[in-house]
C-alpha cells in the first residue's frame, strides 16, 4: 500500500510563485518515476512535468522555463516549483508514483492563478 500526500496549493496573483510538495509513505521501490499532472475545470488531466529516480525530468511544454521538479529520495518527495504563474495554471494537480506495473495517486491540491 502506498499513500501520497501533496501540499503547497492555494491562491495566488498572476506572476507569482507556489511551491508543491509531495511525499509517498509505504512499500517505495527505489526505481521509480514521480510526477505532476494537473486538470481543470472541463479539460483532461495532463502530465505537468515528471523525474525518475536518477533524475531525468520531463516537462510540458506550457510550462517549460517557468516549473521545476525535483525529489528527495531519502524522504520519498517531489516538489514542483511553480514560477511566472499565469491564469492557464489554474487546476487541481496531483502528484502520481509509477513503480513496477503499479501507478499511485494523490488527493490533489488546488493551485488557483488570479489575473
Known amino acids: 500500500q502506498v499513500q501520497l500526500v501533496e501540499s503547497g496549493g492555494g491562491l495566488v496573483q498572476a506572476g507569482g510563485s507556489l511551491r508543491l510538495s509531495c511525499t509517498a509513505s509505504g512499500v517505495i521501490f527505489r526505481i521509480n518515476v514521480m510526477a505532476w499532472y494537473r486538470q481543470a475545470p472541463g479539460k483532461q488531466r495532463e502530465l505537468v512535468a515528471s523525474?525518475?529516480?536518477?533524475?531525468?525530468?520531463n516537462y510540458a511544454e506550457s510550462v517549460k522555463g517557468r516549473f521545476t521538479i525535483s525529489r528527495d529520495n531519502a524522504k520519498n518527495t517531489v516538489f514542483l516549483q511553480m514560477n511566472s504563474l499565469k491564469a492557464e495554471d489554474t487546476a487541481v494537480y496531483y502528484c502520481n508514483l509509477q513503480q513496477m506495473s503499479w501507478n499511485y495517486w494523490g488527493q490533489g491540491t488546488q493551485v488557483t492563478v488570479s489575473s
Open positions: 523525474i525518475s529516480n536518477s533524475d531525468r525530468t
